[in-house]
């Protein structure tokens, strides 16, 4: 956490919390004034961090050796045009008492089907009608085989898992952007979660994903 978090992130572009999908390695790329530019610091499986729900994006990008190009827009508004050949994508904000604010943005095929099936999720629950924002623990990585039976190829996923709610306010870097994406309906799928006005304490129990992700996946 910094001094300038209550700022909403408008002081500088928010640190990049990236997943490898080859390595299994979750990090995050933070500003080194030495080398004036952003270097990878690794978390360790067992992070805590809050979702802002409420300004979630999706949309198609494509990224390359020698360009980034994310055409995004907020869930609920129209998807941005874009060429042919760019991908499905996604992009949400997080934040970590230990580590700041981060935003999540990838088009690669496994994390935007783990980050898909979190909103998915998110959205069976009874708290997040009632505007409540969910914090997840990102456990170690699973292996994801993808290909043939007698060639598959490995890759890993991260490990999504709800632990607690609590009051999007409660977060000044949340709380600092107004909400732009509606409130889903009301679900009682989900109802063994408490209400909480803290992040917790850390666990360190690990649960896998819901989904089969061992099938066909293009990358």
Same mark, same amino acid.
Do not use: N
């Given at each position: 956490m910094t001094d300038l978090d209550d700022l909403g992130g408008a002081y500088m572009h928010p640190n990049s919390l990236r997943f490898n999908a080859v390595t299994g390695i979750l990090?995050?790329? +933070?500003? #080194? /004034? @030495? @080398?004036? %530019?952003?270097? &990878?610091? @690794?978390?360790? /499986? !067992?992070?805590?961090?809050?979702?802002? $729900?409420?300004? *979630? *994006? %999706?949309?198609?990008? *494509?990224?390359?050796? =020698?360009?980034?190009? $994310? %055409?995004?827009?907020? +869930? !609920?508004? &129209?998807?941005?045009?874009? /060429?042919? #050949?760019?991908? /499905?994508?996604?992009? $949400? $904000?997080?934040?970590?008492?230990e580590h700041g604010l981060c935003y999540m943005e990838t088009c690669g095929a496994i994390l935007v089907r783990c980050i898909s099936w979190l909103w998915e999720y998110y959205r069976s629950f009874r708290q997040s009608s009632d505007g409540l924002i969910p914090?997840? @623990?990102?456990?170690? &990585? *699973?292996? +994801?085989?993808? =290909?043939?039976r007698n060639n598959p190829r490995l890759f890993y996923a991260p490990q999504f898992k709800i632990i607690d709610w609590i009051e999007r306010d409660t977060v000044p870097a949340f709380r600092a952007t107004a909400p732009t994406v509606a409130l889903p309906p009301p679900s009682n799928m989900q109802i063994g979660f408490r209400s909480a006005l803290k992040l917790p304490k850390p666990k360190r129990e690990r649960s896998e994903l819901a989904d089969d992700l061992n099938d066909e996946i293009p990358i």
């Open positions: 990090a995050k790329y +933070v500003f #080194d /004034p @030495e @080398e004036w %530019r952003r270097v &990878p610091v @690794e978390i360790a /499986p !067992g992070s805590h961090w809050a979702i802002d $729900m409420l300004t *979630r *994006r %999706r949309g198609l990008g *494509r990224v390359t050796d =020698g360009s980034y190009d $994310m %055409r995004l827009s907020y +869930v !609920g508004e &129209p998807v941005p045009e874009a /060429p042919d #050949d760019f991908k /499905p994508a996604v992009s $949400m $904000m997080l934040y970590s008492p914090v997840i @623990e990102i456990g170690g &990585p *699973r292996e +994801v085989h993808i =290909g043939s």
